[in-house]
């Protein structure tokens, strides 16, 4: 996570850190409030491994893989693993073919991917709400404010907005050893109405970590390391299904481009001024479906 490429010569410990925290939340079940968990099915597993399993032949077929190649790979997957950036890769490479699958029997706001860096066990606040900062918090002051209904237009009163993004310099709290642990992190509690309002600063671009084997890959095939700013929301009310969804800035360069591919036009936000010093505002509404 990080603003430019030249911060890659900060440590390797970047992809470590990120990678063993995102580790620990796939491990313990990160998924559970998206969607209702269940058995292995025999027949499922055979047919979605098989397939998965047969595209990758059929890439070694259609690209004469070599064994040079092959071992290549298999080092890389090792590396993977070592750096526990699996949540990371399959985040960023595959996750939102998920979604789309997903989205394609969902209704109400439009969602996106989770990605890799949600933490539990945040700050609970009420709005209107400053999320958790340092007194010198660097980057535009930013508000954030909206209603949550259901589909019918009915406020959903308590709904609960988690928030989590980076700070002005990229980086997540708790995947990074700079900012303070449950930086620019909480979860909101809206209003009787469903309304919410949140303080919080205007977050940054950022590549995903270069100096671990998912950046060298994404370098290595010439494609962008970079995501765009970005805001990660889970909206949640009870009998509702929760929102996954991020919110993305007018005009950033890398809008279109997104290596986690999790932009979509839906989503971008053109914040602006209050006439408070720099302050800038967006609203942004959302709407749940019932479960």
């Keep these: 996570m ?33 969607t209702a968990g269940g058995g292995a ?20 077929r259609d690209n004469k893989v070599t064994y040079e190649e092959f071992d290549a790979f298999k080092r890389w997957l090792i590396s993977v693993s070592d750096t526990g950036e699996w949540p990371l890769f399959l985040d960023v490479y595959l996750e939102f073919e998920v979604e789309k699958v997903a989205a394609d029997t969902q209704q ?19 709005s209107p709400a400053t999320l958790p ?28 907005v988690d928030i989590w993004h980076t700070d ?8 990074a050893a700079k900012p303070p642990a449950g930086n620019l992190r909480a979860v909101v509690t809206a209003d009787d109405q469903g309304h919410y ?15 671990g084997p998912t950046g060298q890959m994404t370098l290595a095939a010439g494609w962008s390391p970079w995501r765009p700013a970005h805001i990660h929301l889970l909206v949640t009310a009870p009998g509702h299904r929760t929102l ?21 036009p839906e989503l ?24």
């Excluded at 430019?4 to 990160?30: F, K, L, P």
Aim: glycine share 10%; net charge negative; charged share 20%.
């Design 108 to 126: 109400g706001s439009v969602g996106t991917i989770l990605g890799p860096f949600w933490l539990d066990g945040q700050a609970q606040l009420d």
């Design 2 to 34: 990080t603003t430019t490429e030249t911060s890659t010569a900060q440590s390797v410990s970047d992809a470590v850190t990120a990678g063993s925290h995102a580790t620990d939340i796939a491990r313990s079940g990160a998924a559970t409030f998206r």
């Design 41 to 60: 099915d025999e027949a499922r597993v055979a047919t979605v491994v098989g397939a998965a399993l047969e595209g990758i032949r059929s890439a070694i």
């Design 268 to 291: 971008t936000l053109d914040p602006q001024p209050t006439g408070n010093g720099d302050e800038v505002r967006s609203d942004r509404d959302f709407v749940l479906e019932a479960e």
């Design 133 to 160: 900062m340092r007194d010198d918090e660097p980057g535009t002051p930013m508000i954030l404010a909206g209603q949550v209904t259901a589909t019918d237009g009915t406020p959903l009163a308590g709904a609960k």
């Design 197 to 211: 309002e949140i303080h919080t600063r205007k977050p940054a671009p950022y590549t995903i970590p270069l100096d």
């Design 244 to 264: 996954t969804t991020q919110l993305f800035f007018t005009g950033d360069p890398y809008l279109g481009n997104d290596v986690a591919s999790a932009d979509k």
């Design 168 to 175: 002005s310099e990229g980086w997540y709290s708790g995947f």
